[in-house]
């Protein structure tokens, strides 16, 4: 833990603030990708240090933010199935879709069991060769890989009995989504330092280049995210627009290539929707054909995968940048993370929850006043 | 306790009772504010503390009741029935007072093996006696194979109260020292990782443990004791949160104070958990007037030396019960909605 504590220091983080604030000449908005990052930022109070003018939106970077609410209604029609064990990790289990969560399925009987690792789904399926065991596979490039190793787990094993609703998405193509949108507002982009760690951070290359925009490898803990945003600013002050990589502890520019060529040979790239925000070309993984036999939608049928209606919910411009929790009327009154209108404020990494865990009655403004005791 | 004259909230958001009912979080709160207490007739400050006080003929009671559902029955650092005993021995504890009998619920579930019965009913004897508390009264009843996970227990407790003053949230006064008796976390963690099969490098044990014996030093020492609570399901935030809202004032906690063991520590950066909102069983906090705090803290550390000053009471601020000191500023902390989950990456 002592290595960690050193990301944590408050005197160092504050050193870097006055450098960040230093450097600082006009207004700058920056995007962090990841939940993890949000959490970080809104638990330690980081956006609170920064100059005025330097504003930080909070991107789609949520797994569980982003799994469309028809793919969750999917999931819960299959765990009603008879003799489905529904395996999916914690944070999932609470999300509701339009009929729901998988939590309310379980409560009203449904064998839905929460996992730490795909694997434990196959082992699962191993113990209980009599029932059908699904894996709910979402998340990004971090959880993807586990996906894959739990897919050939499986085949090496020659289980018929598991298979998995796949609903993984990729960061690259979310960014190049953000900055094709005519109302983008982001000029500088902290990358997600645990997807890095898995791909590496060449993909970034072409987008920096492409639209001109710095872009940031940053780690989770509060003098990372600082030193990502002084190394952000500084590009944008300086006129450069660079792939830097803060979180070289970890992440390398080729990534993990075992990792890659396991996520290459299990899935194939296709257009995929992310709640709230829509359709993006090559943004999601499904099934190679040749492990097309673990998918659950085919090995079940007659599950329509819904469009989403977000009704109330804003959260697509919340994951876009376009607005934040206090811009919601619904925030804290009729979305709550006991009754949540939508994913943002259900997951631990949603932007929502953040704000309503760390920053409810403001929203995000201004930090707590110091009363005189 | 303010009152909102705002139309009112459904005391619950879905229609049959889900998991996080039982977290000890917003949910449960809900579920007791807005079912059991107006069902119940009781007022704003009944059923907010550990147990009840009953004023029987003069002399003070304690009276607390607590159902053990835990899965799995057996954990490093304790089971289901030591448990059972210590968390009713540490409700009447942190009422001030010292168990005088207890009773014994039993739901046995068809199937459950007689030596581990055995076992348990063993670990409570010896719980008890370590509390100096007598099981007086007990009720066994069998449900069909299927029906439970083994073994629920209930366990209520009667206790005699020794604290010259009244123990509650209400006493707790601006200036006030809180002390915490130990480093937090152990149990939920314990519990998650057998039940889960979780492997971590160093086993970690659950705290489990009576409190009555540093309750007990610190009443004949003489510490005037403003309110005492131990830290059970929806850990120390929890509980503090639960406190200062009762009591109308702030907490300010200071985050570096809270002794958390590495182990604890690196399984919650894990698993995405929050370790002041992780189970505990053997660990609680006591507000005491700074005057008192050093021989407070001086006790507190005969019996583990990780207790520690870990905030102090302020009158009450705009929003928050509960401040934590970050490196950005100060943060409120609030109940959780239930259960925590872990995170996926």
Redesign the interface.
Same mark, same amino acid.
């Given at each position: !833990?002592k290595h =960690?504590d050193e990301y944590?220091d408050?005197a160092t @983080?504050?050193r870097y603030a006055d450098a960040i604030a230093r450097v600082t000449t006009r207004p700058w908005t920056l995007m962090e990708i990841c939940g993890?990052q949000t959490h970080s930022i809104v638990?330690?109070?980081? *956006? #609170? !240090?920064l100059p005025e003018g330097i504003t930080l939106l909070h991107g789609p970077g949520c797994? %569980?933010c982003v799994t469309p609410s028809g793919v969750i209604d999917a999931a819960i029609a299959i765990s009603g199935r008879p003799g489905v064990i529904f395996c999916s990790?914690?944070? !999932? #289990?609470?999300v509701p879709g339009g009929a729901g969560s998988l =939590? $309310?399925a379980? @409560?009203?009987g449904a064998d839905v069991r !929460?996992v &730490?690792s795909p694997l *434990?789904a196959v082992a699962i399926a191993r113990d209980n060769p009599d029932r059908q065991v699904v894996f709910f596979a979402?998340?990004?490039e /971090? /959880?993807a890989p586990t996906t894959a190793m739990a897919v050939l787990q499986a085949e090496r094993e020659g289980l018929t009995n598991f298979s998995m609703l796949v609903s993984h998405v990729l960061v690259p193509p979310a960014i190049e989504g953000l900055l094709s949108d005519p109302d983008n507002t982001v000029q500088g982009f902290l990358a997600a330092g645990?997807v890095c760690t898995v791909m590496g951070f060449w993909e970034y290359e072409p987008i920096a280049e492409r639209f001109g925009i710095p872009i940031v490898v940053t780690g989770f803990e509060?003098v990372d995210l600082l030193q990502g945003i002084l190394l952000c600013i500084k590009q944008l002050e300086e006129g450069r627009a660079e792939v830097e990589n803060q979180y070289s502890r970890s992440v390398r520019r080729a990534g993990n290539e075992v990792a890659q060529l396991t996520l290459a040979r299990v899935f194939a790239v296709q257009q995929q929707g992310w709640r709230g925000i829509g359709e993006i070309p090559a943004s999601g993984l499904r099934l190679a054909p040749a492990y097309e036999r673990f998918d659950a939608l085919a090995r079940f049928g007659g599950i329509e995968v819904a469009p989403d209606d977000p009704g109330e919910c804003i959260s697509g411009e919340i994951l876009r940048g376009l607005k934040r929790p206090a811009d919601c009327p619904a925030f804290g009154t009729r979305c /709550?993370?006991?009754?949540p209108l939508g994913a943002t404020m259900v $997951? $631990?990494?949603g932007t929502c929850a953040a704000y &309503?865990? &760390?920053r409810?009655?403001?929203a995000g403004s201004a930090? %707590? @006043?110091? @009363?005189t005791? | 306790m303010s009152f909102d004259l705002s139309c009112p909230v459904p005391f619950t958001a879905t229609d049959t009772i889900e998991i996080g009912h039982g977290g000890g979080g917003m949910m449960t709160k809900r579920l007791v504010d807005g079912l059991f207490r107006p069902a119940f007739g009781a007022g704003p400050d009944d059923l907010n503390h550990d147990g009840a006080i009953l004023d029987v003929g003069g002399e003070l009671l304690a009276f607390t009741t607590d159902s053990f559902v835990v899965k799995p029955l057996f954990f490093p650092g304790g089971d289901i029935g030591s448990l059972a005993i210590n968390g009713t021995v540490n409700d009447l504890a942190m009422c001030g007072a010292e168990p005088v009998g207890i009773s014994v619920g039993l739901i046995l579930e068809e199937g459950l093996p007689i030596a581990e019965l055995q076992r348990i009913i063993g670990s409570m004897e010896a719980a008890a006696e370590a509390a100096g508390a007598r099981i007086v009264t007990g009720d066994t009843k069998v449900v069909e194979h299927g029906k439970g996970d083994g073994l629920y227990i209930n366990t209520s407790g009667v206790g005699r109260v020794i604290a010259p003053a009244p123990i509650n949230p209400r006493q707790a006064a601006p200036g006030d020292m809180v002390i915490l008796s130990g480093d937090i976390g152990r149990h939920g963690i314990a519990i998650m990782a057998v039940r889960e099969g979780l492997g971590f490098e160093t086993e970690i044990v659950s705290d489990c443990a009576p409190l009555i014996a540093p309750v007990k030093t610190l009443i004949s020492a003489g510490v005037p004791l403003r309110c005492l609570r131990d830290l059970t399901r929806g850990g120390l935030a929890t509980a503090l949160i639960e406190i200062a809202e009762t009591a109308g004032l702030t907490v300010r906690l200071d985050q570096k104070a809270i002794a958390i063991s590495d182990a604890v520590r690196g399984a919650c950066e894990i698993l995405g958990l929050d370790p002041l909102y992780v189970a505990n069983e053997g660990r609680f906090v006591a507000f005491v007037p700074a005057s008192a705090a050093e021989t407070a803290l001086g006790i507190m550390r005969s019996f583990n030396p990780a207790a520690a000053v870990i905030g102090r009471v302020e009158r009450r601020r705009e929003r928050g019960e509960v401040v934590l000191d970050t490196i950005g500023g100060l943060r409120p902390l609030d109940l959780l909605s239930g259960e925590q989950l872990p995170r996926i990456c």
């Open positions: !833990m =960690l944590r408050p @983080a504050h993890g638990r330690h109070g980081i *956006d #609170l !240090m797994p %569980v990790f914690g944070d !999932m #289990l609470r =939590l $309310s379980k @409560a009203r !929460m &730490y *434990d979402i998340g990004f /971090t /959880t645990h509060p /709550t993370p006991e009754h $997951s $631990s990494e &309503y865990r &760390y409810r009655s403001e930090p %707590v @006043a110091e @009363a005791p | -």
